[in-house]
Each structure stands twice: as C-alpha cells, then as structure tokens.
C-alpha cells in the first residue's frame, strides 16, 4: 500500500472528498449527492481530515470538537472511496481524529446506522461501545445506533 498523508481538508480536496462521499451507499441512502456533499464540506462547521495516497483523495472523516456536554466530541462522517475500503484507510483516519478529540476531552460520539454491519463491526472492532439505539432520527423507520470512545470520565483524577 502507498503511503498514507492525514492533512486538513483544502480548497482543492473539496471536489474529490465530496466523489468520496457520495461513492458511499449510506450516504446516498440520506440524500448526499456529489453536490450536497461538498456544499456540506464548505458550510457545516466542524473540522476535516482527509486521506491522501499519491496526492489522490482516498478518504475524509469530519468531526466537531465544540459541542456542549454531554456530547462536546461527535464524529459526523468518515468515508474511503472504492477500492481503498478493507485497506486500513479508515483506522489511519479515525485514529488521527482520535488523536485531535482527546488531546481536548476524553469521550468521542457518532452514530451509525443499525443495518450497517460492516461499519458497525469496525467501529466496534476500534474500542468503540454501544450506547443506545435512536430510531427515526434521520429517517423514518431508520434505527441509528450511537457509539461512544472513550478514555476516561468527563471530571475525573486529572480533569477538572
């Protein structure tokens, strides 16, 4: 496998991260379109990170580190384009978000949709656990399932 940059999301990458999210079955499912999906790059705050081998746009993961309490670190999406699934594109990815959330705080949320096995076994698979099923959130009759990261309690030992 090529080597793998993690770099902020620029001007330029707007157009082939949004190609990746589109390629992206779920988020067809919700409506994103290549259009939608960069118009979301540009104008839904958060941060982005996207993944690069040989210049080439493989992956993108877009996350918030401002939210409040109880949910202040929340992973919106993370997408690797066809042919760079299975590859260990999405762990480099999701362990550089990893590393942004809890240098701030110690908890990372995101949901994932019930039906999405293959996502839900990664997402376990990273050290992530289940908190709670939320039907018709995003769609009637969709059931998503919210997943928590974490390395320790909000206020603890050495939080205050």
């Known amino acids: 496998m090529s080597a793998i940059d993690i770099v902020p999301l620029g001007e330029a990458d707007i157009g082939p991260a949004a190609e990746v999210i ?60 066809p042919g760079w699934r299975s590859r260990g594109v999405g762990s480099i990815l999701l362990r550089a978000v990893e590393d942004r959330v ?4 110690p908890n990372l949320f995101l949901y994932c949709t019930e039906d999405n096995d293959g996502a839900r076994r990664f997402y ?10 939320v039907p ?14 974490t390395i320790g309690p909000i206020h603890g030992k050495d939080r205050s």
């Open 136 to 149: 018709d959130l995003l769609l009637p009759g969709l059931v998503e399932v919210l997943y928590r990261k």
């Open 124 to 133: 376990e698979r990273e050290g992530y656990q289940v908190v709670g099923r």
């Open 22 to 81: 589109a390629a992206g079955e779920i988020f067809r499912r919700y409506g994103i379109d290549h259009e939608r999906a960069a118009r979301n790059l540009r104008e839904v705050p958060g941060e982005t990170l996207v993944a690069r081998a040989g210049g080439e746009v493989i992956g993108v993961a877009v996350y918030r580190i401002d939210g409040r309490l109880p949910i202040p670190a929340y992973l919106q999406t993370l997408a690797v384009k």
């Open 102 to 105: 809890f240098a701030t705080g």
